[in-house]
């Protein structure tokens, strides 16, 4: 379900943490969706990714949460998670759906615009992640900013959830909220927060206000 908090895990700006360390902890904050996100050349399937994803698949014997495996379809296919994210620059959404079958969750990127977003929705994708929406160290100085009124826009367009994600914090996540997004996605507001525990849980219940 694409609803709530939606915690990336990558470790890049928290390397004191491993990512199963770092989906332990916001799953003990509350947190019922999370992403697993390591970049590296591979593109489908890779040994650490897929030693990590068992890792983290082995928490849900603890916790209740949907895992999805951020670009390595094979990964996420094989470790029986339930869903995978990928982008314009990974393998397209229909071929990750006919790999996959029809019950596997498929996010799609969408920093190109609001069309794109649009039409990976029309090829099937789950839900569409929208941003940034604010300037984003994680995604670098050259990454497009899509803003507030673009993203109310995709609210209004499409019938699919929206996940909105980028420059998100304390003091703008209501105006994001109020967007009429599903879901908001978190990577270094979380992981880089002293008590990540603690973090988690608060923005698990702002997000249940809405």
Not at 120 to 141: H, L, V
Not at 142 to 163: D, I
Not at 185 to 200: C, F, K, L, V
Request: positive net charge.
């Amino acid at each position: 379900m694409i609803k709530g908090l939606y915690a990336i895990v990558d470790n890049a700006f928290s390397p004191k943490y491993s990512h199963v360390e770092l989906a332990h902890l916001v799953l003990l904050g509350g947190c019922k969706l999370l992403q697993l996100r390591m970049k590296s050349t591979a593109s489908l399937w890779s040994r650490e990714v897929y030693d990590t994803a068992k890792k983290i698949m082995e928490l849900k014997k603890k916790f209740e949460f949907t895992f999805i495996i951020n670009d390595y379809i094979d990964v996420a296919g094989e470790v029986g998670a339930d869903g995978v994210h990928v982008g314009p620059n990974d393998a397209p959404v229909a071929e990750a759906r006919k790999r996959l079958g029809k019950d596997f969750i498929i996010g799609y990127s969408s920093s190109g615009g609001i069309n794109l977003g649009l039409a990976a929705e029309r090829n099937s994708a789950d839900y569409i992640a929208f941003g940034a929406i604010f300037p984003t160290k994680a995604k670098g100085p050259n990454h497009p900013v899509q803003g507030l009124e673009r993203l109310k826009e995709l609210c209004r367009k499409a019938s699919r959830p929206v996940v909105a994600i980028g420059g998100i914090n304390k003091t703008n996540i209501d105006s994001v909220l109020a967007c009429g997004v599903s879901s908001i996605a978190m990577i270094r507001g979380i992981t880089e927060a002293p008590d990540i525990a603690a973090e988690t849980k608060w923005y698990v219940e702002k997000c249940r206000q809405y």
